[in-house]
């Protein structure tokens, strides 16, 4: 029993419990670091207290929150496990910085071929091009850039991307 409190019930027992509640959240999110996953052991927590048996408790708070730590060190464990398995998962030559020697010539030939097709454009069409893709830049303010309209701008960008396309796949 603890300070004088009937804990027998298991209805006293949940209000006790609410009592410790800010704190047992507090506790959850320091184990875990997640706040979501901190708010479901919470509320876990309450529901193996409330499904618990009626055998009287010394130490209330202490019970608490050894459910609650036993809780958390379970979802801990299921979360490396999940982790481990999903890092084991990730094929090797997945990595970036990981390029082949054929990749990077292919890729270095398929640039110059880019270069040497951009080089060929009309000034206008290769810079429109150039601030559509690159720098990202709207029709709008490419027409604007440009001193054209929109409708020019995009007229220009689309015949650059075509020109392109026809000596990309020459």
């Not at 052991?41 to 193996?48: D, G, I, K, S, W």
Request: charged share 30%; proline share 3%; with cysteine.
């Amino acid at each position: 029993m603890q300070q004088g409190l009937n804990l027998e019930g298991k209805n006293a027992r949940m209000a006790l419990a609410c009592g410790y509640s800010g704190e047992l959240l507090r506790f959850l999110r320091h184990r875990v670091g997640s706040p979501d996953d901190a708010s479901d052991l919470h509320q876990e927590t309450f529901v193996r207290l409330a499904g618990g048996d009626a055998t009287p408790i010394r130490d209330f708070r202490a019970y608490v929150f050894r459910v609650a730590r036993n809780l958390s060190a379970d979802f801990l464990r299921a979360e490396r496990r999940r982790r481990d398995r999903f890092v084991a998962e990730i094929p090797e030559n997945l990595a970036a910085d990981q390029v082949s020697p054929e990749r990077a010539l292919l890729d270095k030939a398929e640039l110059n071929h880019l270069l040497g097709a951009l080089s060929t454009l009309p000034e206008r069409q290769r810079v429109a091009l150039l601030l559509y893709r690159l720098e990202g830049l709207s029709l709008k303010e490419i027409g604007v850039r440009l001193g054209v309209s929109e409708s020019m701008a995009c007229r220009y960008v689309a015949a650059a991307l075509g020109h392109c396309a026809g000596v990309l796949e020459r």
